[in-house]
């Protein structure tokens, strides 16, 4: 790879970081750093178009002949962070190695895609049918950003890769999620005399160990569906029985099917339950027999060698959102580690393969 792309890559990421595009602050700043963003494609001639839903901005690049957005191929990436201490947001490179909030969560893969869109333009390679989709909502659920704009904004695409760092390897199936408001009603009374209430508090904890005994979690990573209880409120006072409690749950599934054999197991125990379903989501699952990820598989088998398996990760991406649209979706991104951590950083050796993988790839697209 031309070091003047790394050296690049190096400064976007660079600029990138020091926008604290933190989810659940403030959308000026996204807004800012897309406008950045704009700024650098545009100066070469790239077309691009802004949305904007719930204050939370979205950016497609393309070239400029393009005249719908029906693609071939999106790569999208997301621009939000998740909270991080202030000197996060000044990068470092350390034993080769980006340090820094959002380096590989995921700006790292957005400033290759920038970078690698902007040279195939100027060398008359790029494709009208490639584009960029950059969302700022990812880590808040993805809804005003790749939801969004597959559902309301009519655009599609033959392909989708989303860049959420995979350490190379293509991800073809992630897990469903699930998550539920579970409220439980009792009788209150004095604590005194407890024999007069019904402790909601007292059932509640009894139908969580009943459901966690029907429903065995696997012990270590496996392709099945899992659950966990992770917050609970319930009375208002020391001396006083509950007469209502609710418990949160969240379930990550593999499946329709297992997520519904689930939820029956809930109603089954947690007696006259109210469910108030607060986030769902759908799990990714790309046939591995398809032609652009046996495409794909082939340029990375030649520039690493033995990296040429499909996996399935626990966590969700936004390329779910393509996958109800019927849109064959993956994960590709790039190697590093300490993703929501405070020591997050990305391999710019992994970043250089990456541009010439997808180089090779978008090559492909007519
Ligand atoms: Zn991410």
Same mark, same amino acid.
Request: without cysteine; charged residues 30%.
């Given at each position: 790879m031309h070091s003047n792309n790394t050296d690049t890559i190096v400064q976007l990421i660079h600029d990138f970081v020091s926008f604290k595009t933190v989810s659940s602050g403030s959308d000026i700043i996204k807004e800012e750093l897309i406008n950045f963003i704009e700024l650098f494609v545009q100066k070469v001639g790239l077309q691009t178009y802004k949305f904007y839903r719930n204050g939370k901005p979205s950016m497609l690049i393309y070239? +400029?002949?393009? $005249? %719908?957005? %029906?693609?071939s191929l999106l790569l999208h990436g997301h621009i939000d962070v998740v909270h991080a201490h202030e000197e996060q947001y000044h990068t470092f490179i350390n034993e080769g190695r980006i340090h820094g909030r959002g380096t590989l969560d995921m700006k790292g893969s957005v400033a290759v895609f920038v970078l690698l869109l902007k040279n195939l333009y100027l060398s008359n390679q790029l494709s009208p049918n490639v584009g960029i989709m950059l969302t700022s909502d990812e880590e808040q659920g993805g809804v005003d950003g790749v939801k969004y704009l597959l559902d309301e904004e009519s655009i599609t695409s033959d392909f989708f890769i989303t860049? $959420? +760092?995979?350490?190379l390897y293509i991800v073809n199936r992630h897990k469903g999620v699930w998550r539920s408001k579970l409220t439980i009603q009792g009788t209150s009374a004095h604590s005194s005399t407890p024999w007069l209430g019904e402790n909601s508090l007292h059932k509640t904890s009894k139908y969580i160990s009943d459901f966690v005994a029907k429903n065995p979690q696997p012990l270590s990573s496996e392709w099945k569906s899992t659950y966990s209880f992770n917050k609970i409120e319930s009375g208002d006072s020391i001396n006083k029985i509950p007469d209502v409690s609710s418990v949160w749950i969240d379930i990550r599934f593999t499946t329709n099917e297992e997520l519904n054999n689930l939820i029956s197991s809930i109603n089954e125990i947690f007696k006259d339950v109210e469910i108030e379903t607060l986030f769902t989501s759908p799990p990714l699952e790309t046939s591995e027999d398809n032609e652009k990820i046996k495409k794909l598989n082939n340029i990375i088998q030649v520039k690493l060698r033995n990296k040429s398996e499909l996996h399935s990760k626990e966590y969700a991406t936004d390329a779910r959102y393509a996958s109800l649209h019927n849109i064959p979706a993956i994960v590709f991104g790039p190697s590093g580690n300490g993703i929501h951590e405070v020591d997050e950083y990305v391999e710019i050796s992994s970043l250089e393969k990456y541009y010439e993988i997808l180089e090779d790839f978008c090559m492909n697209f007519k």
């Open positions: 070239h +400029p002949q393009k $005249e %719908n957005w %029906n693609f860049g $959420e +760092p995979t350490d």
